[in-house]
Structures are given as structure tokens and as C-alpha cells.
């Protein structure tokens, strides 16, 4: 079983469009995050969730919205989307606060805008 | 606010040689520390993880890394390196802040001749 899932793991869009991203962890854990990848392999926080409740907003444009609807879900919602959003995008989990718990990582979703 | 540094971008070794990659944090205590590796087109895996104790740590696939509270450093190693740990490296850093988050480092690229 897939412990951390996401899809769609390829995204080709054009600029303007909205476009969704979704996860799910069938680990059990309370926390989930969304990390973005650039071209240069830099990877950055930019939510958390913990139990359905946001811990972590990084500064990240309000075109980027996440949604827990539950403790194992957190999709991730982009509105017009603009060509440096161009980038693979991670979903992880972990049992509790992210500091000092193991995260687990899908495979993530590389979205590409045209 | 902590931060991570991996002074190496790219490091080639031979097939069976030992191989070393370097992490140093900024961090005014003693941070959760972490080694991930990324193979290619797939998410982060944890190897290691430090958070007190001794400060030699055992991993998967072989690894081991040794904190060093005097140099700010926490190293990764293994003694014979296999075509398949060829991938991206991570050095992360976890510490009590406002939000509990992990900061990455910006990697380090393992290629491995046979």
C-alpha cells in the first residue's frame, strides 16, 4: 500500500488556468505538509496542517489555497496559475510536529505551465 | 531562525569508494537533525535522523552520520558506495520555533561511476 499519494503526478497547464493537486496518507498521522521543488532541487515549506487545523503559511501567494477535509487529506489549490509555478510539488506526512518526526514524502506532482 | 548549509552541489565517486557529504546548521541549541535522499523521479525517504544521545547515528542502506556540536556539522558517510545510491541528499534541521517546521538544505547530487 502507498503510504503518501498524490495525483496527478503530471500537470501541464496554461498560464490563467486553475488547477487542483490532492493527497492522501493512509499512515494515520496528524500532520501533513505541501512542499514546492524548483529546477535547482531547492525544497521549501509552504503549508502544515495538524488535524485539519494550519500551523504552518509560509509566504506563499493567496492564489495557492490548501484544504484538509480530514486528517488523512490535504489538497492543495492553485487559481491562475503563472509560469514560476512551474515546479514538482511534494505532499508529506508525519505522526505529529514536524520538527522532530520522521516526514513521509509522495512522489510528487510536477506541474509544468505553458 | 535556523538554517542549513551542504557546501558540495555535485559529488562524483567510484563504484565501492567511500564517500562523505557535508552538512553544517545555524542553530543556537541542539537541533533535530536529519539525512533524506531522493532517487531520481521519486519523494524524499528518510536515512538518519539525530536528536540526542550518541552522537555517532546508524541509518539505512549503510549510512551513518556523526554530529559534531563544535564544528555545527553533521556529516553523512558510508564506507563503499553502490551504483544505486546515486540521487539528491538532503540535510534537514528541526527546531522549536514559533512553527515547527524543518528547514532543508539545498542538497547535494551523488553520481556514482562504475
Known amino acids: 500500500d502507498t503510504a503518501v499519494s498524490q495525483t496527478p503526478k503530471y500537470l501541464v497547464t496554461q498560464m490563467g488556468n486553475d488547477k487542483s493537486i490532492k493527497c492522501e496518507q493512509n499512515?494515520?498521522?496528524?500532520?501533513m505538509y505541501w512542499y514546492k521543488q524548483d529546477s535547482k532541487k531547492f525544497l521549501k515549506i509552504m503549508f502544515s496542517?495538524?488535524?485539519?487545523?494550519?500551523?504552518i503559511n509560509e509566504t506563499v501567494p493567496n492564489r495557492f489555497s490548501p484544504k484538509s477535509p480530514d486528517k488523512a487529506h490535504l489538497n492543495l489549490h492553485i487559481n491562475s496559475l503563472e509560469l514560476g509555478d512551474s515546479a514538482v510539488y511534494f505532499c508529506?506526512?508525519?505522526?505529529?510536529?514536524?520538527?522532530?518526526?520522521?516526514?513521509?514524502f509522495g512522489p510528487g506532482t510536477r506541474l509544468t505551465v505553458t | 531562525a535556523q538554517s542549513v548549509t551542504q557546501p558540495d552541489i555535485h559529488i562524483t565517486v567510484s563504484e565501492g569508494a567511500s564517500l562523505e557529504l557535508r552538512c553544517n546548521y545555524s542553530?543556537?541549541?541542539?537541533?533535530?537533525l536529519f539525512w533524506y535522499v531522493q532517487s531520481p523521479g521519486q519523494g524524499l525517504q528518510l536515512l538518519l535522523k539525530?536528536?540526542?544521545?550518541?552522537?555517532l547515528v546508524q541509518g539505512i542502506k549503510g549510512f551513518e552520520a556523526e554530529f559534531k556540536r563544535s564544528q555545527s556539522s553533521f556529516n553523512l558517510r558510508k564506507p563503499s558506495v553502490h551504483w544505486s545510491d546515486a540521487a539528491e541528499y538532503f540535510c534537514?534541521?528541526?527546531?522549536?520555533?514559533?512553527?515547527?517546521?524543518?528547514?532543508f538544505g539545498p542538497g547535494t547530487s551523488l553520481s556514482v561511476i562504475p
Open positions: 508529506a506526512s508525519s505522526q505529529a510536529s514536524g520538527r522532530s518526526d520522521e516526514q513521509y
Open positions: 499512515l494515520g498521522h496528524d500532520t
Open positions: 496542517y495538524n488535524n485539519k487545523e494550519l500551523i
Open positions: 542553530y543556537g541549541a541542539t537541533p533535530y
Open positions: 539525530y536528536f540526542s544521545g550518541d552522537t
Open positions: 534537514a534541521v528541526g527546531a522549536k520555533t514559533s512553527y515547527d517546521k524543518v528547514i
